[in-house]
């Protein structure tokens, strides 16, 4: 029956320091040595003993095959057997890479570390990855990333392997060997990283480039880069809008103007529309009384009619300025949707009225 190694833990110490002026070496130590040659049988190994020791092919299959072992290399090793047969003693480099492994994860573990891993396999309950040797698994539960209702778990699962994921240590049992990762916790921090630095660099009154990341009836969120803001349904245009959707579809980058920001509850609220002036500034520069412009439309009230100008400006079309005749109502003369030539009647910027007229304007063809 064949001799059970107990690979006990080793401080950090004992992984760096040099053992290269040792004379004998004792079964479970971990030491530095020089690789000697390399043959089939394994990788020999100098590490100031009395003699040169064997890493067996079956201990060193954690070396990397676009890295291969060559002379002269640095490594380290794990003692298995303090001298077989022949008198040489037998290495790995598996349990020695294991045994940092182990070392380095516990200090992640404590620091709250990110580390990347490699995905080697899948199954039904998440993911199998590997960290310098040591094998740990990411249930499905804290694999990040959205999964098409089409695309079957397992099918969406087995599409990582192969892949290097950033992930933290959540749970950790060196005795009995078990490893759980977390591929959400370690995203979730990131992006709470991301946030607190785009929100200590947002300026009221700036304006930032952001993609469209979901649309609701209220406005919409609009991410600048690592933290989400909100345009308010109000804040999308300077005209009367009805769906968020006629203005920006999710996805759609756009320019937005930050209105306020609130560190306190690290929030932001943001404008579209405030990136443009305000149609009414200027206007008695477009438009002079007595002139004639084209305009729609928009709404039928008991006293008139609201049209709109080509550049989102409303103007009051008064009953008495529909038609020469009396009449009851708008609708005798007007429909919703009409684009007709009006006159404009008076301009008053300080209180945003415009007055129009139909009348006049056929009076004077």
């Not at 100098?46 to 060559?70: C, F, Y």
């Not at 080509?310 to 708008?330: F, K, M, N, V």
Request: glycine share 8%; net charge negative.
């Amino acid at each position: 029956m064949a001799e059970t190694v107990n690979e006990t833990p080793v401080s950090e110490s004992q992984l760096t320091e040099s053992f290269l002026t040792q004379k004998s070496v004792k079964r479970g130590e971990v030491v530095a040595g020089t690789i000697v040659s390399v043959d089939r049988e394994g990788a020999w190994v100098d590490v100031g003993a009395k003699s040169e020791g064997i890493v067996p092919s079956n201990e060193m299959q954690t070396v990397s095959s676009r890295n291969p072992l060559k002379e002269g290399d640095k490594v380290t090793v794990f003692i298995m057997q303090e001298e077989r047969e022949d008198g040489r003693p037998v290495f790995s480099l598996d349990r020695a890479r294991r045994q940092k492994g182990w070392h380095d994860l516990e200090e992640h573990l404590a620091n709250g570390e990110t580390l990347e891993v490699e995905i080697t396999t899948a199954n039904r309950g998440g993911l199998v990855a590997v960290y310098e040797g040591v094998q740990g698994f990411i249930p499905s539960s804290q694999v990040a990333g959205h999964r098409d209702n089409s695309v079957a778990e397992e099918e969406w699962l087995t599409q990582r392997v192969g892949q290097l994921l950033k992930i933290k240590v959540i749970e950790l049992n060196r005795q009995r060997r078990r490893l759980i990762f977390s591929e959400r916790q370690a995203l979730r921090e990131q992006r709470e990283k991301e946030r607190e630095r785009v929100l200590a660099e947002l300026k009221d009154g700036e304006i930032r480039r952001g993609r469209v990341t979901g649309i609701h009836n209220f406005g919409v969120f609009v991410d600048l880069g690592g933290m989400e803001g909100l345009v308010p349904l109000s804040e999308l245009s300077w005209q009367r809008v009805g769906p968020p959707t006629d203005v920006v579809s999710v996805g759609a980058e756009i320019d937005v103007l930050v209105m306020k920001v609130d560190r306190e509850n690290k929030r932001a609220v943001l404008s579209l529309r405030r990136i443009k002036p305000h149609p009414w500034e200027g206007i008695q520069e477009k438009y002079k009384v007595g002139q004639r412009v084209t305009a729609t439309i928009t709404k039928l009230v008991p006293f008139g009619a609201f049209a709109r100008l080509d550049d989102s400006i409303d103007g009051l079309i008064h009953i008495s300025e529909l038609a020469p005749r009396r009449i009851t109502h708008p609708q005798e003369v007007v429909h919703e949707g009409d684009v007709l030539e009006l006159k404009v009647l008076s301009i008053d910027p300080e209180r945003r009225h415009l007055r129009l007229s139909l009348r006049q304007a056929q009076e004077e063809l």
